[in-house]
């Protein structure tokens, strides 16, 4: 079977080879899954494929109530995000939750019930995957013609509005940080070549200097949180403060399933399990030896934010988040 993702058509894995419905999904297949979407195509977002691994898993779960298969999801989605610490990934796996149970308890037959939530799992999954597209034809029009760009780290949403505007035949140069420790806005700017967008690499501690070059910076998030600040990749923070300091405009473009609910006031109130890889949390002795890979952005540097949900400032973001959980 195929399925709809914001890439074209895609496999799906359909009943098992004697047309039996496929077994429920254990532990480790479950983290399989989610890491052979990932593996397997490196465009989709890591909160896309949570929420494709959940469909399935929904799909596959043998449970007998709404609210045993409630929890089984909430089970999943605490495994996925043991395996993946992104903002993304716990923000997708519970707006997905939110959304297939809207209309769960509304007939009294589970196998309806359950059908219904998957329904409503694939219009959720097409929803979110035509996201990027969306947001690059909003966000794209901020661009001028001459204009120079300061981005940050690695971002497929930022990738997807420079491409939309270099197609617009739209003229402008991009200067990028290196993005330390795992040198991501290396990889970025190998994807801005070969779409003949001219691209400067910048050392991290460079972005004062080159400020005042620049026209307007264009960052993108892995979690946008109440107050309308975001939490991104570390360095994005300093970018900003330096940017309002330098009366630049500070674009932020992410999807509505990185909305999440939190409202941390500084740094440290940021929780660890977002602040640290997978990886550091399951072996480090002490997290304060680590380095942070994110810092939070206060709204008060945010110009415009750039969502499926529209453009937002900052203080819209709150009303928008609370539509999207209640």
């Known amino acids: 079977p195929l399925w709809l993702s914001g890439d ?34 490196e465009d989709v ?28 999801l909430k089970a999943a989605i605490k495994i996925l995000s043991s395996v993946d610490s992104s903002v993304a990934v716990s923000s997708g796996g519970e707006l997905f939750l939110r ?47 001459g204009s120079k760009i300061l981005t940050h780290s690695s971002s497929r949403v930022v990738l997807r509005v420079l491409e939309k505007a270099a197609r617009a035949k739209k003229r402008f140069s991009v200067f990028i940080t290196e993005s330390q420790p795992d040198s991501s806005g290396l990889k ?28 307007l910076l264009l960052v993108g998030a892995e979690g946008v949180v109440e107050s309308g600040g975001i939490i991104n990749k570390i360095g994005t923070y300093q970018m900003a403060v330096c940017a309002k300091s330098h009366n630049k405009p500070f674009y932020v473009v992410a999807e509505s399933f990185k909305f999440v609910r939190l409202y941390p006031l500084n740094q440290q109130d940021v929780p660890d399990r977002f602040k640290y890889t997978a990886e550091i949390l399951k ?17 008060s540097f945010i110009t415009l934010l750039f969502t499926d949900l529209g453009v937002l400032t900052p203080s819209a973001v709150s009303d928008e988040l609370i539509k999207l959980y209640l």
């Open 8 to 41: 074209g058509l895609v496999e799906r894995p359909g009943p098992s080879a004697d047309g039996s419905p496929r077994p429920a999904m254990d532990e480790l297949e479950l983290v399989d899954y989610f890491k052979t979407q990932m593996r397997e195509n």
């Open 45 to 72: 977002a890591s909160a896309v494929a949570a929420i494709r691994t959940l469909l399935e898993f929904l799909k596959r779960d043998k449970g007998e109530t709404i609210q045993g298969l409630r929890e089984n």
């Open 99 to 145: 959304f297939i149970s809207l209309t769960s308890l509304e007939h009294p037959d589970y196998s309806i019930c359950k059908k219904t939530m998957i329904d409503r799992g694939e219009l959720y999954l097409e929803r979110i995957s035509a996201s990027r597209n969306k947001i690059a034809n909003l966000c794209h029009a901020f661009i001028s013609d």
């Open 188 to 215: 970025s700017a190998e994807s801005l070549k070969k779409l003949n967008i001219p691209v400067t690499v910048i050392l991290d501690a460079s972005v004062g200097y080159i400020m005042e070059k620049v026209d």
């Open 283 to 299: 072996s480090a002795k002490n997290l304060a030896e680590e380095h942070p890979t994110v810092d939070y952005t206060p709204p």
